[in-house]
């Protein structure tokens, strides 16, 4: 069963634009949720991250907004460079029992074009 | 410090057959965790290992297993390949257990294609 439901499927956006994506969970013990950027031949590398106490989070272009009561959050990128094309996922951590695990959005392709 | 490393990078087996998969973790990280990367599931979970023990197992089949090494190397393997097996599959170490705030670093995948 998807648990974190990720839109749009793909992005295009002009250089200087802001590129925004959205997660939905339903999982409301989820208690961490990341942000991967996967460029093609690598692997995902963590992005940024939040936690469900804050509402919003800024690391240079990059900020996830958070919606608590509605489970839903988002990835803006400010000021979208062509460099910021690759496939971004969102991700929000589960518990069962001592175990826990991350479980992913199925992504977004995000194009910059000039 | 190097990174994660996953060998090979590309493999091509057929219908029937089984495959092994490899991952190095980074110097001194303990957890390895495997992901199945498809076009249209996105990264789904496979399996976790910590100290060599596995800590959490994610909705696959009992074709799909894993193990870990006292250096913390871990092996996937799956056995009786399916179509529905080609996928990038994808190893990420952390220092801790994974899903804790400590970042998961990814490797480059294996790209494992079933004829």
């Known amino acids: 069963q998807q648990q974190v439901k990720q839109s749009p499927q793909s992005l295009i956006v002009q250089k200087g634009g802001i590129s925004i994506i959205n997660c939905a969970y339903e999982?409301?013990?989820?208690?961490?949720f990341p942000w991967y950027q996967q460029f093609p031949g690598k692997g995902p590398a963590l992005l940024i991250a939040?936690?469900?106490?804050?509402s919003e989070k800024k690391e240079g272009r990059f900020t996830i907004s958070f919606n608590k009561s509605a489970k839903q959050f988002s990835l803006h990128i400010m000021d979208s460079q062509p460099g910021d094309s690759a496939t971004y996922f969102c991700a929000a951590r589960g518990h069962t029992g001592t175990a826990s695990k991350l479980t992913f959005g199925t992504g977004t392709r995000l194009q910059v074009t000039l | 410090k190097a990174g994660v490393t996953q060998t090979p990078r590309y493999l091509i087996k057929t219908r029937g057959q089984q495959v092994t998969l490899s991952c190095s973790p980074i110097?001194?990280?303990?957890?390895v965790s495997w992901y199945q990367q498809t076009p249209g599931q996105g990264l789904q979970f496979l399996f976790e290992?910590?100290?060599?023990?596995?800590?959490n197992k994610g909705n696959f089949p009992g074709r799909f297993s894993g193990r870990q090494f006292s250096n913390s190397r871990s092996e996937m393997n799956v056995s009786t390949l399916e179509l529905g097996d080609s996928a990038l599959y994808l190893c990420?170490?952390?220092?801790?257990?994974?899903?804790?705030?400590?970042?998961?670093?990814f490797g480059p995948g294996t790209r494992l294609t079933v004829l």
């Open positions: 999982n409301t013990a989820f208690d961490y």
């Open positions: 290992y910590f100290s060599e023990t596995q800590r």
């Open positions: 939040i936690r469900p106490d804050v």
């Open positions: 990420a170490s952390s220092s801790r257990l994974a899903g804790t705030n400590n970042e998961q670093f």
């Open positions: 110097s001194g990280h303990r957890s």
